[in-house]
């Protein structure tokens, strides 16, 4: 059941991103899928909390993507930022084939930041190194995870990477490319030949490709970056490996009707019989809006009011263990998060609407915006908020940029889309720290009325914290709101930015 749904949320995912936004279908299949969660969500968080009293460590939220999880590393120094999308398995073999690519591109991103910095300080531009990933499951427990590295360590041009793994989560293995096409003479020249008439009949590269060097390309094909779906067979290549730099990277994609006779035919069962192609005949509307939303308080402007804001997540172990501790202590937050991370934990979003907290748009992939052009923004943007959206049936109004980094472009866009900028006044460290202790005293130490307080719900540390902090907090007389909430108190509105109300 659950992962029926989740295919759904897929199939729709993938439509959103090309057109964006059919709200209509959008908010039929949110709240359908708002129901289910509940339900569905209702029994695994009852599950989960008595568990958690035994054995806290060991709860994981299960993602969408059965055997698979994802976690997001962000870090920040004066030179550089960097955000790194993890996904990892039960199984060590693969995690470790993961890893080396990702440490692989970390080596290669520092040896350049130290050759920049080595040239002469650059104090305007920060480094960055973004890594992202893109999951779907093609079969029962088989993913592709296209990877997309780019970094900016000095020099005009950031540079670019693709990288896809094939898993199966039945076998617990990589799939190489020979696992799924037949490995004999005819079949390795027809793909040669589909390959070579993919790339020439692509009028956005044909000018700029080398033939020699796709030809050495063709020669070992098991070595070409590849993954497969229902779509095709996609073939990855970096810029300048095949063409002149102005293609830049290049995916071609040999439809699934043309490669279908090479392919192993236990694979194309699998890739076909698992997930019939869904035909949108989808379980009618409901029309009740069962959504449990917290009644909102008539506020006292003389108390005083601070808003809690999480990022990053959601988190399959800190997430839950935050949201018990708000619920213990009747508090409410704010949760600024990925649609990276939305897409893996839909279930978790949907529970943090529920229990009556807010949720604002942190970007899909934590990127630092002021090293994206404008388009790059929006997308990060938008397509954030409605992987957001289509989990929890509601659309975003808060955005908070990764880093707090803005420009104009940025600020552009957020009053465009009607959102507002969100930054914060006080600084729990706790992305610094990682200790309990130091980050209620960070935090006693710096509130005051007004306060928008950044913590994060991916370290455990925070989680640990936070029960001793909602009791300080309540013993100083400061009451937890939304972020919404605490601009409305003072009625702030428009884009911001806003570092407290
Ligand atoms: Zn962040």
Do not use: C
Not at 393 to 402: A, E, Y
Not at 425 to 447: F, G, H, Y
Request: no cysteine.
């Amino acid at each position: 059941m659950l992962m029926k749904l989740g295919m759904q949320i897929k199939k729709y995912m993938r439509e959103g991103y090309s057109t964006v936004m059919r709200s209509k279908v959008f908010v039929g299949i949110a709240f359908i899928v708002l129901i289910f969660g509940i339900f569905y969500g209702a029994n695994q968080f009852a599950g989960q909390s008595e568990e958690s009293l035994e054995s806290r460590e060991e709860v994981t939220f299960s993602s969408i993507y059965p055997g698979l999880n994802s976690e997001i590393h962000t870090k920040e120094t004066e030179k550089y930022t960097t955000s790194i999308s993890r996904p990892y398995t039960e199984d060590a073999t693969i995690n470790e084939s993961i890893n080396e690519w990702i440490n692989q591109q970390e080596k290669e991103f520092k040896v350049n930041m130290e050759k920049w910095t080595e040239d002469g300080a650059d104090t305007v531009h920060r480094g960055h190194l973004n890594i992202q990933v893109e999951t779907e499951e093609i079969a029962e427990m088989i993913y592709v995870l296209e990877f997309e590295a780019y970094q900016i360590a000095g020099g005009a041009n950031g540079i670019n990477r693709s990288k896809a793994f094939v898993i199966d989560l039945n076998e617990n293995e990589q799939l190489h490319l020979f696992d799924v096409i037949h490995k004999n003479e005819a079949s390795i020249q027809n793909i040669q030949n589909l390959i070579r008439e993919e790339l020439y009949s692509r009028q956005d590269v044909v000018d700029y490709l080398f033939e020699d060097k796709i030809e050495d390309e063709l020669e070992e094909l098991d070595s070409i970056e590849w993954s497969v779906s229902r779509e095709g067979l996609a073939l990855y290549f970096d810029e300048y490996e095949i063409a002149a730099g102005a293609a830049g990277s290049i995916k071609a994609v040999i439809p699934l009707n043309k490669i279908k006779p090479y392919l192993q035919e236990s694979f194309t069962h699998k890739l076909i019989e698992d997930f019939p192609e869904a035909d949108g005949d989808t379980e009618s509307e409901k029309d009740s809006d069962q959504k449990e939303e917290k009644k909102e308080e008539e506020l006292d402007p003389n108390s005083k009011y601070i808003a809690l804001t999480f990022d990053d997540g959601p988190h399959p172990e800190v997430t839950p263990r935050v949201l018990d501790a708000l619920e213990k202590y009747n508090s409410t937050a704010t949760f600024f998060m990925l649609g990276s991370q939305v897409d893996y934990y839909p279930l978790l979003a949907q529970r943090v609407v529920a229990d009556g907290h807010e949720i604002g748009n942190h970007t899909m992939n934590h990127p630092d915006l002021t090293t994206l052009d404008v388009e790059q923004i929006m997308e990060e943007v938008i397509v954030s908020s409605s992987i957001i959206e289509e989990a929890t049936g509601i659309n975003p109004k808060l955005i908070r940029p990764p880093y707090g980094g803005f420009n104009d472009d940025v600020k552009n866009i957020v009053e465009d889309k009607n959102l507002s900028l969100i930054m914060w006044s006080v600084d729990s460290l706790d992305w610094k720290s990682r200790e309990a202790e130091a980050i209620n005293e960070e935090v006693m130490s710096n509130i005051s009325d007004g306060s928008i307080i950044l913590l994060h719900d991916i370290h455990s540390a925070t989680a640990d914290a936070l029960p001793q902090l909602l009791d300080s907090l309540d013993k100083e007389g400061y009451k937890t709101i939304s972020v919404s909430h605490l601009l409305e108190l003072r009625e702030n509105s428009g884009a911001g930015p806003y570092f407290s109300r």
